[in-house]
């Protein structure tokens, strides 16, 4: 992989490049080599087993103790990379992947980043480069109108978008908003009176932003949801938690819905939950982060609606849109609430574009001042593949997906343990009913096949995911919903085809095959 | 720039690529065009005006409002690039910004970037990439020694280093456990009562920090500089405002050092401060984001002496160690301390190496989850550039600085208003002594020039500066300290050389000849 590159060129021009670390005839040179390294890489990725094979601290024995005295060349490097650092690789852009949830790589974003990282520009206001805000403003409101979110999120309707690095970083700026607002009104002394709403599915982004934004622990609440509802937040569970908090002299602060949770793909109710937060005037932030994408769907966009009613909205462009790591989409309601949270201004940076405020100086809207060019790699994701290819590829992930599913059904030892919304598919092994007692104390499932409990169930398919997993054929992980282990096949690795989910099923069926011969 | 390239292909091949986004002899022609395109730019960046001269809104004038539904082919694209973008940034790596401080590109740390972003891993724990997680803490060891960082800091006196994206979220996450270390003690209800310390010279990501960590904005701390300190925190003026603050009820929480300032690169006296914070089990936290990357040459350790008594430590690899945005180093010393505040322990993680406890998850070191392979970059620079040239880079800018100095030395009209420490020189025009009033009235300089108050100082500076970045030559920047403008000229763009400091003077005399002229 990448060798015949590296091998022609080994050894020749080490001194090169030293004397300007950003010669442009360097950077020619040995940026045409990386971009060969990087095309032979996803040509033969499949190759390579998807999770990584060392175990922990390969790679000290590996490297030496200390950074080099004098320069090393870029095929030394090269190498390098190929002998040290692809061994210890998850191939998240393997089309084997099938993990967590994807890391859609594709041209567009690539070359975005590049552009992107080649500028340099630091673009904590408008004034240290124009170009980098205005354009985030426009397709922040472009990809706004491609979900057909409400225009008070645009802004052209006062509201407005900002790209963010991670959810995380989301939903903390948004809920420092939240709780600055709420303190000025009520006083800074109560800060330890603010509660927290999400569910027991809920990403564990937002216990953390809790905790970075000071809010007492014992004030999270994760509500507990049930089967019955496919684990979204009741709204019911939802005001009963509310007045239960107000009743205890606590003060109501911040709900996130989520559409498509990390677990499951379940999605929370926005529109009534809304309705709910509402009345308490409650912050409600919208994370949809993974199944967000899909919403440029007329199908899917559903799943959305209410969201007029939420404060905030966020997805990961980066999971599933074909953006590079690491491009969240935010929008807000109303951005001077951010502002007021998160503003500075020192004299180092005070402008006369600041001063006429015809311009929006994104330092204000997250937490770091620096910040990237982020928008480049979104402008040419949505213009290389245009809307009509940006749905093409979601959906063919969804209908792979869908594909899975339908081998799943097919074979009486499995079952799905949830419904298949989007592009992941929840499924397990059952326990073979392998003895009369176990007919007798344990129960049916849809197919007729007879286990005993969840336990022995869960030890099943961990085993069973391990040993596919462990075989490199391909990668999935898992997670317990209701008490529930099960294997979660997320379709969305950008070279994913057809071909490559056939197989999985059969590396599927050929380990169950083999752990169920010894269970 | 770059028309060449993109004219010789244009036209041809649009619908290409939109068969998979991620196919690689498609990312293999698109590449090695944006390598061009980049290589051109670098090639001809210092024929561009070094300031945008666009005017706030220019690029929705010329953008559609829409995301097309159809695909876009690579060519136009970067043809739009260059008509739409290029004239709104601003040039951070043209040879002639000298502005804020620099965002030093260099080929390695671009092919670095190339690298992570390829690979696209997203590195939250050691399982999701291992050698993501392992080169951190080796690259993280390197730069650590080569800074001479005491052992308690490297992950072989058990601290150890993280990559942040920037300063800001490295000051937020170290509060934050300093914060919870301290509340578990005394309870949270105190949050109220934590007080953190800095100067009016810190930079403003201490009061962000705070501010989102739920810090009482009455208990921010900006201890007041005098020149007589070159504007460093005098620890006798720490002492007593601790003293106040515990007289008053309080508890103190938080210093931040600074090791070379944003206005003037003043430095405060990291050991002195260290002896007066720990006599109060204050966290130090050393912020070096500009000046620390000099400390790898010895004639500058010295700047951070004392270290080995501060908890945390923090460079801006993205500011002047040629490693592109985001690029931020942290390291502590109890790395415990940051699990105990930003860990969490979702299902959907859990895994054996986790719970073997033989591996670093560098999600529970930061605010995010999602990470990227960001030690690439760092890995490329330290071998690529090696101790040796990485020394004579950060010498030369040294130097051009010093001769910069000179210059201004040599003219009269002209003074240095702070001493000279690193590569920034902070100057400012002298009003003349225009009338036998002004002489009066006025105090003498150390050049023997008259001028009457700071206020016609600053109004005169303040013209020069907009004169000078209006024609495009050459980009500096402000800051106001102890109330004097002075303009900022800070050596570090990597094609940077003696001509581009020289022809930078010769413009800052000639505006200066045409202000005086009509002042």
Known sequence: MGSLHVENLAGNNISKGVENPLDPEEFR????????????????????????????????????DSAPYNPESIET????????????????QSPNYFAYFPSSGSVAGFLGEMLSTGFNVVGFNWMSSPAATELESIVMDWLGKMLQLPKSFLFSGNGGGVLQGTTC???????????????????????CKLVVYGTDQTHCALQKAAQIAGIHPKNFRAVPTTKSNNYGLSPDA??????????????PLFLCATVGTTSSTAVDPIGPLCEVANDYSIWVHVDAAYAGSACICPEFRHFIDGVENADSFSLNAHKWFFTTLDCCCLWVKEPSALIKALSTNPEYLKNKATESQQVVDYKDWQ????????SMKLWLVLRSYGVANLRKFLRSHVKMAKNFEGFVNLDKRFEIVVPTTFAMVCFRLL???????????GYQNGNGVYHKDETRANELNRRLLE????????????????GVYMIRFAVGASLSEDRHVILAWKVVQEHADAILATF
């Open 238 to 251: 939802l005001r009963s938690t509310i007045l239960a908090d107000i009743e205890a002299g606590l003060v």
């Open 29 to 64: 040179r040995q940026g045409h080599m990386m971009i060969d390294f990087l095309a032979d890489y996803y040509r033969d990725v499949e190759k390579y087993p998807v999770r990584s094979q060392v175990e922990p601290g390969y790679l000290r024995k590996e490297l030496p």
């Open 431 to 441: 326990p073979p009913a392998a003895s009369p007692l176990i007919k007798t104390n």
């Open 169 to 191: 970083e989301a939903i903390l700026c948004t809920l420092t908003a939240a709780r600055d607002r709420m303190l000025n009104k009520i006083g800074r002394e109560n800060i």
């Open 367 to 374: 937490i770091a001042l620096s910040r990237r060019f982020r």
């Open 77 to 92: 490097i090269l190498e390098d990379v190929h002998k040290q650092i692809i061994p210890g690789l998850t191939h998240w």
């Open 467 to 482: 040993s596919i997993n462990a075989s490199g054929s391909a990668y999935m992980t898992h997670s317990v919903v209701g």
